[in-house]
C-alpha cells in the first residue's frame, strides 16, 4: 500500500495519490448508509456483472436505491441536454417500449434526452449514473427526479461522496452506463458530443451501438458532457 503513491508517479499521475485512512473509508460507509446506499466492490456478488468486465474496472461503486434494478438487462438510451422535439418524443416512447419489454433503462441523470428517457422508463426500471459524488445532484433541476429514480430504480456514482461533477468527469461516467447495458441507442448527437464518447465507449467494449436515425442530429451547447 506503501508504495502506491510511488507507482502512480512512475505512471504519469498528476499531483499525489493519496490512500484514504482506514477513518475516512468508514466514515465515507456512514455516510453514505445515511442517505441509504451503500459500497459494492467488485469483488462482491452484487457488482453489476456489465461494469466488473470492463478494462479497468472500477473497484468500488457507490449505489443507491434498488440493487435488484442493477441485475437486470439493461439498454443505454443517451442524447443531447438540448435534444429536438423529435428526439424528445422519440426517446420518452422508446423508454416505455424498453421497459414494457422487460429491460432497464440506464442514463446519465443529464437535462434533455436523458431526463425524458429515465421518465419514460421510472414505472418498469431505470439506472442513472451520475459524474460526481452520488449526493451531488446535477443540474439541480432534477431533484425530483433523482429522488424518485432512487426510490423506483438505481442510483450509480464511481466517485467519492461530495465530489462536484466536472468536465473531465463526463467520460468516466459515459463509459460506466455504456458497460451496464447490453446496447446503448444514441437518439441524436453531435461531432465531439458526449453521446458519441458513450459510442465509442460502446464500439470498444463489445460493439453495442445503435445510432438511431429517425431524429435529425442536433448541436450540443456547452461542451461534451451529454
Known amino acids: 500500500m506503501k508504495e502506491a503513491p510511488r507507482l502512480a508517479r512512475r505512471g504519469g499521475a498528476a499531483g499525489e495519490l493519496r490512500i484514504p485512512t482506514d477513518a475516512h473509508a468508514r466514515a465515507e460507509i456512514n455516510a453514505l448508509a445515511a442517505l441509504g446506499g451503500r459500497l459494492i466492490a467488485t469483488c462482491e456478488p452484487e457488482f453489476p456483472t456489465g461494469l466488473a468486465v470492463l478494462d479497468p474496472p472500477p473497484p468500488v461503486i457507490s449505489v443507491v436505491g434498488r440493487l435488484d434494478v442493477l441485475q437486470r438487462e439493461m439498454v443505454a438510451i443517451v442524447g443531447p441536454r438540448n435534444g429536438s422535439a423529435l428526439g424528445i418524443k422519440f426517446a420518452t416512447q422508446l423508454a416505455r417500449d424498453l421497459g414494457?419489454?422487460?429491460?432497464?433503462?440506464?442514463?446519465?441523470?443529464?437535462?434533455?434526452?436523458?431526463?425524458?428517457?429515465?421518465?419514460?422508463?421510472?414505472?418498469?426500471?431505470?439506472?442513472?449514473?451520475?459524474?460526481?459524488?452520488?449526493?451531488?445532484?446535477?443540474?439541480?433541476?432534477?431533484?425530483?427526479?433523482?429522488?424518485?429514480?432512487?426510490?423506483?430504480?438505481?442510483?450509480?456514482?464511481?466517485?467519492?461522496?461530495?465530489?462536484?461533477?466536472?468536465a473531465r468527469h463526463f467520460p468516466r461516467r459515459n463509459r460506466?452506463?455504456?458497460?451496464?447495458?447490453?446496447?446503448?441507442?444514441?437518439?441524436?448527437?453531435?461531432?465531439?458530443?458526449?453521446?458519441?464518447?458513450?459510442?465509442?465507449?460502446?464500439?470498444?467494449?463489445?460493439?453495442?451501438?445503435?445510432?438511431?436515425?429517425?431524429?435529425?442530429?442536433?448541436?450540443?451547447?456547452?461542451?461534451?458532457?451529454?
Open 176 to 226: 460506466l452506463f455504456s458497460g451496464l447495458a447490453r446496447g446503448v441507442v444514441v437518439v441524436e448527437a453531435a461531432e465531439r458530443s458526449g453521446s458519441l464518447i458513450t459510442a465509442n465507449y460502446a464500439l470498444e467494449q463489445d460493439g453495442r451501438c445503435s445510432p438511431c436515425r429517425a431524429p435529425r442530429s442536433t448541436p450540443e451547447r456547452g461542451g461534451a458532457t451529454a
Open 100 to 166: 414494457d419489454a422487460g429491460l432497464v433503462v440506464a442514463s446519465g441523470l443529464a437535462r434533455g434526452i436523458d431526463h425524458v428517457a429515465h421518465s419514460g422508463a421510472l414505472d418498469t426500471g431505470t439506472v442513472a449514473v451520475v459524474a460526481g459524488g452520488i449526493d451531488v445532484i446535477y443540474p439541480p433541476e432534477n431533484a425530483p427526479l433523482y429522488a424518485k429514480i432512487a426510490k423506483q430504480g438505481g442510483v450509480i456514482a464511481e466517485l467519492p461522496l461530495h465530489t462536484a461533477p466536472v
